[in-house]
Nanobody, 122 residues
Framework: VQLQASGGGLVQAGGSLRLSCAASGFTFSSYAMGWFRQPPGKEREFVGAINWSGSSDYYADSVKGRFTISRDNAKNTVYLEMNSLKPDDTAVYFC????????????????WGQGTLVTVSS
């Protein structure tokens, strides 16, 4: 099983960034996918998730209306579109997979990627 996140980098406040996560080694289309982030010196926190088909998603209040998750099951890839970025969005972002759509806690997700760093400058 592998989840390879990419697309992180340095961006100015108010800017946008799109993260990708390529999956392999499991039946991607059967899993809900989530994004979490870990700010420097803080615990990992839930960002959002999307169901297996891409027809439903939900987000943490801190990113709702600014971030959007999508997926392409033909490419085994999930995306995190981030707009109106703020310095508080600075974190390592992780993609994850679960068979149980609806969870917000990290231990509900069984597969994890290595993370990609997003830095938002003020």
């Amino acid at each position: 099983v592998q989840l390879q996140a990419s697309g992180g980098g340095l961006v100015q406040a108010g800017g946008s960034l799109r993260l990708s996560c390529a999956a392999s080694g499991f039946t991607f289309s059967s899993y809900a996918m989530g994004w979490f982030r870990q700010p420097p010196g803080k615990e990992r926190e839930f960002v959002g998730a999307i169901n297996w088909s891409g027809s439903s998603d939900y987000y943490a209040d801190s990113v709702k209306g600014r971030f959007t998750i999508s997926r392409d099951n033909a490419k085994n890839t999930v995306y995190l579109e981030m707009n109106s970025l703020k310095p508080d969005d600075t974190a390592v972002y992780f993609c994850s997979a679960t068979l149980r759509y609806g969870g917000r806690r990290w231990h509900e997700y069984v597969y994890w990627g290595q993370g990609t760093l997003v830095t938002v400058s003020s």
